[in-house]
């Protein structure tokens, strides 16, 4: 059974530009997550989709957006970068909803911002 | 506000050596506890869920515990390959998941 994939594995942009991150959950799964870990901090909730429809937001500016699409793919964009924003981002999936349900995660894209 | 702290920060092991690692979470209303395995360069592998106190989950070499205010991951006679870095993460009413800033393990052969 394939896992979460994320595309692409690095990216790397200077300050002001935007970046679009991708993401496809595991089959059968119809939540997904996005998460960044930055050095020092940990993993930090950023965005929670199922069903085409955004859930639950972490406290991050609305610069962070996404969307899940139809097939349950997801896509994380984060506009006019700025130099904190590099970090591993992460996307995780689960069957529908939050509730005992383990998060399975992907292997992140690492965004470095010049 | 939920709160999750791992500690050690980073554990250095023989191989053989047991140990525990330890997360102490505040939650309002807790929902399920998490434990994650993390390599370098890797996302996060689920490892166990914990949903009540006194609850115990076991894989391999580890075991996991949960009372009312922390969990505890138990090692027992680590390996090389156990090398990674532990992660624990609660989820309560708020339905985030909120995650610890890990331990570090190393076993040295």
């Known amino acids: 059974e394939a896992g979460v994939t994320q595309s692409p594995t690095h990216l790397i942009k200077t300050r002001g530009q935007q970046a679009t991150l991708r993401c496809s959950p595991i089959?059968?799964?119809?939540?997904v997550y996005w998460y960044q870990q930055a050095l020092g901090l940990g993993l930090q909730f950023l965005l929670w989709?199922?069903?085409?429809?955004?859930?639950n937001r972490g406290n991050f500016p609305p610069r962070f957006s996404g969307r899940q699409f139809p097939n349950y793919s997801s896509e994380l964009n984060v506009n006019a970068l700025e130099l904190e924003d590099s970090a591993l981002y992460l996307c995780?999936?689960?069957?529908?909803?939050?509730?005992?349900?383990?998060?399975?995660f992907g292997d992140g894209t690492r965004l470095s911002i010049l | 506000e939920d709160q999750v702290t791992q500690s050690p920060e980073a554990l250095r092991l023989q191989e053989g050596e047991s140990s525990s690692l330890n997360c102490s979470y505040t939650?309002?209303?807790?929902?399920?506890l998490f434990w994650y395995r993390q390599d370098p360069g890797k996302g996060p592998e689920f490892l166990f869920t914990?949903?009540?106190a006194g609850e115990e989950k076991e894989k391999e070499r580890l075991k996991a515990t949960l009372t009312k205010k922390e969990s505890f991951l138990h090692i027992t006679a680590p390996k090389p390959e156990d090398s990674a870095t532990y992660l624990c993460?609660?989820?309560?009413?708020?339905?985030?998941?909120?995650f610890g800033k890990g331990t570090k393990l190393t076993v040295n052969p």
């Open positions: 995780a999936s689960s069957f529908f909803g939050w509730y005992n349900q383990p998060q399975h």
């Open positions: 089959s059968g799964h119809t939540s």
């Open positions: 989709y199922d069903e085409g429809e955004e859930r």
């Open positions: 939650v309002s209303g807790l929902r399920g």
């Open positions: 914990l949903y009540s």
């Open positions: 993460a609660v989820q309560g009413g708020s339905e985030k998941l909120v």
